[in-house]
């Protein structure tokens, strides 16, 4: 089993930045990918960015050039940098990952998700 705990929600102004993190925990032989989603009042979850075990990232165009996903695989760790907000950035905050356990089992895994408020 594996665990996700994510960190790093909060208000803040608009123009202003936040850096959550998603500390993976568990059986992990390796994360295959690390996602960040959102999804805010009334609306479906969409994914903001995500990162592959090679380093490829993918963005939402809403996002593209403000946020920015990386990851620490020697701690099994995945942030996302997110500069520039705006109100329209306000929603939960979710991470995903797909992690191989040392069975080889692969499973899609999601955190509790973080509260990022963007207001003036």
């Known amino acids: 089993q594996v665990q996700l705990v994510e960190s790093g929600g909060g208000s803040v102004q608009p123009g202003g930045s936040l850096r959550l993190s998603c500390a993976a925990s568990g059986s992990i032989f390796s994360i295959n990918f690390m996602g960040w989603y959102r999804q805010a009042p009334g609306k479906e979850r969409e994914l903001v960015a995500a990162i592959t075990s090679s380093g490829t990232t993918n963005y939402a165009d809403s996002v593209k050039g403000r946020f920015t996903i990386s990851r620490d695989a020697a701690k099994n760790t995945g942030y996302l940098l997110m500069n520039s907000l705006k109100p329209e950035d306000t929603a939960v905050y979710y991470c995903?990952?797909?992690?191989?356990?040392?069975?080889?089992?692969?499973?899609?895994?999601w955190g509790q998700g973080t509260q990022v408020t963007v207001t003036s």
């Open positions: 995903n990952a797909v992690v191989r356990a040392a069975t080889a089992d692969v499973r899609q895994y």
